[in-house]
Structures are given as C-alpha cells and as structure tokens.
C-alpha cells in the first residue's frame, strides 16, 4: 500500500492508474472499524484499484463538538486497511487541505437537505461534509465512491451534491454493519462507558419498533416519533430527533407514504449515535 499526504504525487499516481484501469474511493475520518472495512470491501469488488482517505475534517465540525479530541489511530488504521488489499491511503494535512483560513475557503452547499435533522441540530456540518467532498473527488478524481448508508442524510447530500454538479463519479452506498447486539459501529462508540455501550443498542431496538409499527400500516407519524423519543429519553437518550420521513428526500411524508425512513440522533453520555431503517426498499 502507497501512503501519500501530498496532492502532487496523489494527481501523478491516480493518473497512471486510470490510464490502465477505474478508481475506487473511500473517504474516511480514520479510527477504523469493520464498517470501514466493509465500504474498503465493496470498493474493492468495484475497481481495479482502491483509495482510501483519511482526514479528521475541521470544516464539519461545530463549535464544542469533538474536532480536537475525534480518535486519530493512524498506524493501526493504515494496518488494518494493508490488510484490506487497499492500494493507496491518502492522509492530507490541514494545511494541504485547506491552505488558506477557514473563512476564506470556499464551500459546497446542498441547500434544503443540509438544513433538516442533523443538519439543523449541527449547522453547518453537511456544508462541511460536501466541501471536503468534493475537494477529495478532484483530488482523487475516482470513478466511484463508497459511504455507509448508517450515515443516509450524509449519503443523500453527497448524490445530490454530484448529481447538481455533474461530477463524473459513481456513489454507491454500502449496508450498515452492526454489532452482534444491533449497535451501528461507528467511531463514536469508543466515547461510551461499559454502562452506555449496554444502553446503546436500545437506540437500534427502538427505531425496529417504529418500522415494525410503520410496516403494518400505521401512519401515526407523530405519535410514532414522540412515543420512540420517550422510550429513548427513558433509557437514558438525549435525543436530537426520532424522525419518519420520506426516504427521496427526507420530507415529511404524506399519510399513505411508502417510500419511508426512520431516523434518529440521541445523545449517550459523550456520545451522539445515528441510527436509521430504510424502508422504502
Ligand atoms: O463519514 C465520514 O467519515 C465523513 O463525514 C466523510 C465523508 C469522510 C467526510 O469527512
């Protein structure tokens, strides 16, 4: 596996590549885990060669949030994706990254879709989320990229932001992996204490109760939600939202919607889990 951190060698490197064959990417914030893993996986199966990024994104974190103290764990990371058969990891600094200050970048912004849900409990993250984005596609210039689909409003602002754009790359989404107890991994985890991790898997529980519910016909949107916040607050959740939306485009849906998802966002200890049930599928 090549290690690179400058744009220069990345551009010359990609460029011999595509001459012989396509380019797979999967961009990451590091603290790699088996859902990581899995996206190196499909990438894989996908491409000739595989990309992989890691870099700890200041621009989509908030003020108070966990930007100085998200889990960076370069060398294990850069084993475990070795071991993955990935061809190249690319590891930017902040400074190669964004060279200039932060308010004098330029930005990528999906309007509407950035604004609900996680959106409005963090502004300005997907802003931040679709500029490194797209700056790691022209830098990296794959032919596909690969996300989780435990992260599906990050999954929709990216379509969306390529389809807008017309940006030449194929985004697939890859299924969440979970642990034997339904948890979505997530890096996010690790911030949880022995206590928490039992509680967390109630957060996967709740939102299967809700499609459960959703799957044998009712439309009691609201009182769905309200009732799996309360189930979640009562376990010990502070939850951002508990949220059944159209899965097009996170809209509120009409009263026979089937096209639907069930998402969440609630507060564990230090940790802020995401979860969510696609059902339009
Ligand atoms: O999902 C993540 O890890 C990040 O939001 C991403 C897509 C790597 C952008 O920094």
């Known amino acids: 596996m090549i290690t690179l951190s400058d744009l220069s060698a990345l551009r010359t490197q990609i460029e011999s590549w595509r001459r012989g064959g396509n380019v797979a990417f999967v961009p990451t914030m590091g603290n790699l ?6 996206l190196v996986r499909a990438a894989r199966k996908l491409a000739d060669r595989v990309v992989v990024s890691i870099f700890v994104n200041p621009l989509q974190f908030g003020a108070g949030e966990d ?5 960076r764990t370069m060398e294990r990371d850069s084993s475990m994706l070795e071991g993955e058969g990935t061809d190249l990891l690319f590891a930017p600094s902040v400074a190669v990254m ?3 200050p932060q308010e004098q970048q330029t930005r ?3 309007p509407g879709l950035s604004s609900l849900l996680c959106g409005a409990c963090r502004p300005g993250h997907f802003v931040g989320v679709s500029t490194v984005v797209c700056k790691l596609f022209n830098m990296v210039q794959p032919d596909i990229a690969v996300f989780g689909k435990k992260d599906f409003q990050q999954l929709m602002v990216i379509r969306r932001m390529v389809d807008d754009l017309a940006m ?4 697939v989404g890859a299924e969440t992996v979970r642990e034997a107890d339904g948890l979505a991994m997530s890096s996010r985890n690790g911030y949880l204490s022995p206590d928490e991790r039992r509680t967390a898997p109630i957060l ?6 809700v499609a459960t519910r959703l799957r044998e016909g009712s439309d009691d949107y609201e009182g769905l939600q309200v009732q799996a916040a309360r189930e979640l607050e009562e376990s010990g959740f502070t939850p951002d939202y508990v949220a059944i939306r159209r899965a097009s485009d996170l809209q509120e849906p009409e009263a026979d919607e089937k096209d639907l998802v069930v998402l969440a966002a609630a507060n564990l200890g230090k940790a802020r889990l995401i979860d969510n049930i696609d059902l339009s599928r």
């Open 98 to 100: 964004y060279p200039k």
């Open 67 to 71: 930007f100085d103290n998200y889990p």
């Open 204 to 209: 996967y529980r709740v939102l299967s109760g």
């Open 168 to 171: 030449p790359v194929r985004v």
């Open 108 to 110: 990528v912004e999906v």
């Open 33 to 38: 885990h088996e859902g990581h893993l899995a």
